[in-house]
């Protein structure tokens, strides 16, 4: 009887690989202890230090040149342009509810480590090189979001929200686990490295498909792809503002990057073989996202729609599964959590009498009462549309450009179809903030005054901030571009 | 012969930078000082076209000048360069945007002085100078799809400047909806052109011309190449996006709707500028549309029917600016009617031209709504020759040089589209044309006499208070007045003993090498018979409204007897806007509707709020549970991944 | 006569866990899973991964569905609910799962290696499987990432669990008196 290793590692780790990882459990476990000691009512303070960590992460995430791994961890360039767009991304979300937190009923200081382990298990999702590291990755960053949703912890809608999405979410995930362990079944092995070789010469074998399919299914769930999208509004809606925005953003990246990584680049037969559902599923999903965003009256909800019909453009990616379309997504995902989280934080600066105020007509004259705040608001939503010269244009641009070149070409007139319906919703916003005053305040409305919340620095500086992003990258888009191409070509074997 | 000037980016920069100061310290610095840096960043572009107009024709013939800004977007098989060049083509835009604007922000800063939002009315208006010289200073296709996207993005909120009325509102989404419409089809055929020059695309019958980068250039000369089919559906859709912003057929109903808007941003936008912009791309695309026969002759025929259409409309208008909107409609569809046949250069000698008289037109109707305080009927109108006798002449200038009255501007450009009309052997087009000049002709006399002549009709304090407008106002009109006699004279025919220098400087730009020299000419003969048709025509029909509408707008009547049903047609636009409604908007939100009561019900909107979570609440939700919608929600879920697996089991196999 | 076993033993788990979703009474359900929690035991053994049916049986069947049991009874749920489902409804998820589990098997059942009896059977086990030691060690090498990743989910669940399930401080919230939309 041997005794055991003392070396416990496994095979040819090296600890550079998980550092990043480690960095950002110990922020969160860190900011946990520090919220719990924290001298002051005020716990702004937390707040500061989540984005000081985050900020931190993300320069100690970067890739060295050469990937390094720990077993079926990777920090290749493709995690390390995935660690600086989620961290950055949170960091930004967190200044934005600085200001927000109390208004939308989010009273308790876990906010802040909840938020961070749930950005600690997207780096793992971005980062796993085996199904199981990959699905504890999702499933952590999962239970810190189904509980950051319910942190409105008075307010019946956040509970629901919170029970909504655990329980759902806990039915997508067995049927990605059932994936996993078809896919396991056939290749002997949970490893990414070993789905490739599940092609052989005559395609691939029945049961790898169900699998693969299964798997898709769990995704299907986490990024709101059409039929397992019907939770979006609802938990949208329910989950305290700011915790909105950063599902709608982190959340969704995170999942796409899990995405990329496991099916897209591990298993390039699956674009082959599963091309018609996807294929159906893109176009569905850009199309129901976008119809029913047109009648939504709740501007929450409507964000929560117009996500929804981004996944299908997102998907598009999927469908096509060449590295130009890899590359446009991950450079899609940067830009739309930009213009997306501008579009929360305006609507975040809006409150009527201490109840943050959700509805498309909260936002009459906002473009008298603040100008800059409107401004910001209008980039963001011309950006969604996608009119030139902001992110969103370049970002619509780059991705339907690489699904042409994959030769899907009526995707592409589908998609390009649904951006021209879209503007009409988005518009409406444009519309209610400069044109809707007079009307509103006749009908004995509030006006847009009263409703704007009172100086709120930290929300103002991330508005402008996002507007910013949202112009620069429409401007000057190659750093950004080429940088997502370097990462995809990063990963080993792609 | 390309040389690099790197000041023209300052063309467009400097209204940009115009728009961004009147927001940072609009409201701070005063009404004067908004409208002389409004007026004056305007002016100073108009004098850096010119300088770039006289450095081109000085050059040797098919100069151009360009600057390299940046690269914009640089993917795999994918380069957008922000290159901003003139040619000769795009230096008569650029002329006509800057002098035309310039006069029109003069205009302006009279027209406007009590309005409230002055400053935020000069940025639009500076933005959108901006976003149009983008337009036509683009060398490639994206990058001139900013500027397309800008200008309606300015047009959408110009229209609903007056924000306290929701029609205004309404008017301008219907002008932003409309266009993206035909944004679509612009940035698929853009998308198609791109597949089709992208690397790697030989087979289709598409070329290799390495990394794509949409120039204009590239595509004209690689056009001819392309397999036949790829070119036409190419040059149809960017054609049905031309539709969009030019107001043809069948998406011009948004025009005359955007008459809501500030009238001199309808004579800037909605008459001399953007509405061109169509015709200014299928001008810059010359290779491209004439690789693609059957597409032009598309655009012919759209174009004559939208010009005889429009007209009839215009006739039964009682609205000064709607009368004008539908004769805006109409002029456009002789330009396309001329890129149509392949006289790009007389199509854009119209542009030019119209411009002016039409610019004239709506400034002078602003004067007119000014004098009345926001009286728009002409019904109510009459008599105003002697209040507003500045008005009145200049008026009266472009009224006669859009009839086609020989010796103004409208005259010759006019008589430059028939005459290539008829010389490419298109008679049926061009008896459509003469019908649509006779009834314009008619419209604009019968607008003339009812607005100016005769006795005062409407609201007697109105009447005795209307005064002539003040010389920031009068001034422009003079201007544009000695423009609409004058700027013909640049392109008189050789029939007339002229040598067209207008279309001998364009000649370079709008000529693919393919189709060099080879002209439309016609004998001094034909072309001088064409001529005295055309003016009989429309001496005839002027004189024939005059007589009518001596009566006053009681000779409506007789003209609604004579016409019978069509005339119900003719009121209503042909129903246009009805089949819209109809077949498309209604659907579309039956469609929105069903899926937000069907689909989209959400079990939140039924729970009272304001409860802590407690074990009763916990109980209470897990009992909804069993019969709420996370159920629906998680079927929904199951029966998604039954169909995925029935795909792969059954489809998947190989 | 080890697969006559099997499918014995298989028959029963499967009825087992249809017990658990067809019971009316929560507690019934619970006690079927308690059952079905078992059999997967029972099959570790068969399989020699003794130490994996033992941990089994003492987390899940044990310390698991004894705190089931204990919230349902506190929460008081007996019985069927207010408004049960819509019988449409009832019989739609019916026939999907049914056919979505028809599907699978199908697919399983035509794919040899991965029924019992197929290409994985009679493969030799390497001296010591299932017992401790082989267990710690493959879980301190191989799979040591998801074993410490792990520990962080449970850590998250934990500090998910205090966050919901402690009371608010009313004078913490002000936002609470207010309350929202009825």
């Given amino acids: ?494 | 012969m390309v040389s690099a000037e790197s000041w023209l980016r300052w063309i467009p920069l400097l209204p940009l930078l115009g728009a961004v100061l009147h927001v940072a310290v609009g409201y701070r610095v005063g009404r004067r000082a908004t409208g002389v840096l409004a007026c004056s960043v305007v002016g100073v572009s108009f004098l850096l076209a010119l300088r770039a107009f006289s450095a081109l024709v000085s050059a040797p013939e098919g100069a151009v000048l360009a600057d390299d800004v940046y690269r914009w977007i640089a993917v795999a098989g994918f380069n957008i360069d922000v290159r901003l060049v003139l040619d000769s083509l795009s230096v008569v835009m650029c002329l006509v945007i800057t002098g035309v604007g310039f006069l029109i922000h003069v205009y302006s800063t009279g027209y406007m002085a009590h309005d409230d939002d002055y400053a935020r009315f000069f940025a639009y208006l500076n933005l959108f100078t901006s976003a149009m010289l983008v337009l036509v200073m683009a060398d490639n296709l994206v990058l001139m799809f900013v500027g397309w996207e800008g200008v309606g993005l300015c047009s959408y909120l110009l229209i609903g400047f007056w924000y306290t009325d929701t029609a205004k509102a309404s008017a301008g989404k219907k002008a932003f909806v409309v266009n993206r419409v035909g944004d679509a089809a612009f940035v698929l055929g853009t998308f198609l052109l791109f597949w089709a020059l992208a690397p790697g695309a030989s087979e289709l019958g598409a070329s290799d011309l390495g990394a794509s980068s949409l120039r204009f250039a590239d595509i004209n000369a690689a056009a001819p190449g392309l397999s036949p089919g790829l070119v036409t559906a190419a040059a149809l859709l960017l054609f049905v996006g031309a539709t969009g912003k030019s107001a043809q057929i069948p998406l011009f109903v948004w025009l005359p709707d955007a008459m809501a808007g500030p009238t001199p941003v309808s004579a800037l936008i909605h008459a001399a500028t953007m509405v061109t912009a169509g015709v200014y791309m299928v001008a810059r695309l010359n290779g491209l549309f004439e690789a693609a026969p059957a597409a032009m002759t598309v655009i012919a025929w759209v174009g004559a029917i939208t010009a005889l259409m429009a007209a009839t409309v215009g006739v039964v208008q009682n609205d000064i600016k709607k009368v004008l909107a539908y004769s805006t409609v109409s002029q456009l569809g002789y330009m396309f009617m001329a890129l149509g046949v392949g006289a790009f250069g007389a199509a854009v000698f119209h542009v030019m031209t119209h411009a002016f008289f039409k610019g004239l037109l709506f400034l002078g109707a602003g004067s007119v709504i000014h004098a009345l305080h926001e009286e728009q009927d002409i019904r109510e109108m009459g008599g105003l020759r002697a209040k507003t006798p500045v008005t009145w002449a200049t008026f009266a200038v472009a009224t006669l040089a859009i009839a086609g009255v020989p010796g103004l501007a409208g005259f010759f450009s006019k008589d430059a589209i028939l005459a290539a009309t008829f010389a490419g052997g298109h008679y049926g087009l061009w008896l459509i044309g003469l019908a649509g000049a006779a009834l314009t002709a008619f419209y604009m006399t019968r607008l003339l006499r009812l607005v100016f002549f005769d006795s005062f009709r409407g609201d007697r304090e109105r009447g005795e208070q209307a005064h002539e407008s003040p010389r920031s106002m009068t001034i422009p009109l003079i201007v544009l007045a000695v423009l609409s006699v004058a700027g013909g004279y640049l392109g008189v025919p050789h029939a007339l003993g002229g040598h067209d220098a207008l279309g001998s400087f364009l000649a370079p730009s709008v000529s693919s090498a393919a189709h060099a020299g080879h002209a439309l000419q016609l004998s001094m003969a034909v072309e001088w018979l064409l001529m005295l048709v055309s003016t009989t025509v429309v001496l005839g029909s002027m004189g024939f409204a005059w007589k009518l509408y001596a009566a006053g707008p009681d000779a409506d009547v007789v003209v609604r007897g004579a016409l019978g049903r069509a005339w119900q047609w003719m009121a209503s636009a042909w129903r246009v806007d009805e089949a819209y409604e109809r077949l498309l908007v209604r659907p579309i939100g039956r469609g929105a509707g069903f899926l937000w009561k069907s689909v989209d019900l959400g079990l939140i909107d039924r729970f009272a709020d304001g409860v802590a979570m407690t074990a009763g609440v916990l109980a209470e939700t897990w009992r909804r549970w069993n019969s709420g919608s996370v159920q629906h929600y998680a079927l929904s879920l199951l029966a998604g991944a039954l169909a995925l697996v029935a795909a792969v089991l059954l489809g998947g196999g190989g | 006569m080890s697969e006559l076993v099997f499918y014995l033993l298989a028959a029963i788990t499967v009825l087992c866990a249809l017990g658990v979703i067809t019971r009316p009474n929560p507690v019934h359900s619970a006690l079927f899973l308690v059952m079905t929690l078992f059999m997967l035991a029972v099959f570790y053994i068969i399989l020699e991964a003794h130490l994996v049916a033992a941990l089994q049986i003492i987390v899940y069947a044990g310390a698991v569905m004894v705190l089931f049991l204990f919230v349902i009874t506190l929460l008081n749920l007996k019985g069927d609910p207010d408004e049960p489902a819509h019988p449409l409804l009832r019989i739609v998820a019916y026939a999907v799962a049914a056919t979505l589990a028809a599907g699978v098997a199908i697919v399983l059942m035509g794919d040899a290696g991965v029924v019992p009896g197929g290409a994985g059977a009679g493969a030799v086990l390497a001296e010591g499987f299932g017992g401790t030691r082989a267990l710690a060690r493959i879980l301190f090498t191989d799979y040591l990432v998801a074993f410490e990743l792990t520990s962080v989910l449970l850590l998250v669940a934990v500090v998910g669990a205090v966050v919901l399930a402690q009371r608010e401080p009313v004078a913490e919230a002000p936002l609470t008196e207010t309350g929202e939309d009825a």
Avoid at chain 1, 89 to 115: F, I, K, W
Avoid at chain 1, 138 to 159: D, F, H, I, P, W
Avoid at chain 1, 317 to 327: D, I, K, N, Y
Wanted: charged share 10%; proline share 5%; hydrophobic share 60%.
């Fill in chain 1, 1 to 494: 009887m041997n005794p055991l290793p003392l070396n416990l590692l496994p095979p040819g780790a090296d600890y550079a690989a998980v550092m990043p990882l480690l960095w950002a459990f110990a922020a969160a476990v860190l900011v946990l202890i520090a919220e719990m000691f924290w001298p002051y009512r005020s716990r702004r303070g937390v707040g500061w230090l989540t984005i000081a960590a985050l900020l931190a992460i993300a320069v100690l995430g970067r890739a060295p040149s050469e990937a390094v791994y720990f077993g079926p961890i990777a920090l290749d360039g493709f995690s390390g342009w995935c660690n600086g767009l989620l961290c950055l991304v949170a960091a930004l979300s967190v200044l934005m509810s600085l200001d927000t937190l109390e208004v939308n009923g989010v009273t308790r200081g876990e906010y802040y480590p909840l938020l961070l382990f749930a950005v600690a298990g997207g780096m793992v999702m971005a980062a796993a090189t085996d199904l199981v590291v990959m699905f504890l990755g999702l499933e952590t960053m999962s239970m810190a979001v189904y509980v950051l949703a319910g942190m409105g912890k008075a307010r019946r809608r956040s509970n629901e929200a919170s029970l909504k999405y655990f329980l759902l979410g806990a039915f997508a995930s067995a049927f990605m686990l059932y994936g996993i362990a078809l896919l396991y079944s056939q290749a002997g092995s949970t490893d990414l490295a070993a789905m490739a070789g599940l092609a052989g010469e005559g395609g691939t074998s029945a049961v790898t498909r169900l699998g693969a399919a299964l798997l898709l299914v769990g995704f299907g769930f986490k990024i709101a792809a059409v039929p397992f999208h019907l939770w979006a509004p609802d938990v949208y809606e329910g989950a305290p503002s700011p915790v909105t925005a950063f599902m709608a953003t982190v959340v969704k990246a995170a999942a796409f990057a899990a995405l990329l990584r496991s099916v897209l680049l591990a298993m390039p037969w699956v674009a082959g073989e599963l091309q018609t559902p996807l294929w159906v599923a893109a176009a569905a999903t850009m199309t129901v996202g976008n119809l029913a965003a047109l009648r939504q009256r709740s501007l929450k909800r409507m964000l929560a729609f117009s996500s929804v019909a981004h996944t299908g453009y997102l998907a598009m990616a999927v469908v096509a599964g060449t590295s130009e379309a890899a590359a446009a997504l991950l450079f899609y995902l940067a830009a739309y959590a930009a213009m997306n989280l501008g579009a929360f934080a305006v609507m975040m600066l809006l409150a009527d009498r201490g109840r943050p105020a959700e509805n498309i007509s909260d936002l009459a004259g906002l473009g008298r009462a603040r100008p800059l705040a409107a401004l910001a608001m209008t980039v963001c939503m011309l950006s969604l549309t996608g009119i030139p010269p902001l992110g969103g244009f370049v970002a619509k641009v780059s991705l339907f450009g690489a699904v042409l070149d994959a030769g899907f070409y009526t995707l592409v007139v589908v998609a390009v179809l649904n951006s021209v319906l879209s503007a009409a919703y988005y518009l409406g916003v444009i519309r209610a903030m400069y044109f809707d005053d007079a009307d509103s305040v006749a009908a004995g409305g509030a006006s847009a005054a009263s409703r704007v919340l009172p100086s709120r620095p930290a929300l103002t500086v991330s508005i402008l901030l996002a507007a910013l992003a949202v112009v620069l990258i429409g401007l000057s888009p190659s750093p950004l571009l080429g940088s997502s191409l370097r990462a995809l070509a990063s990963v080993a074997g792609f």
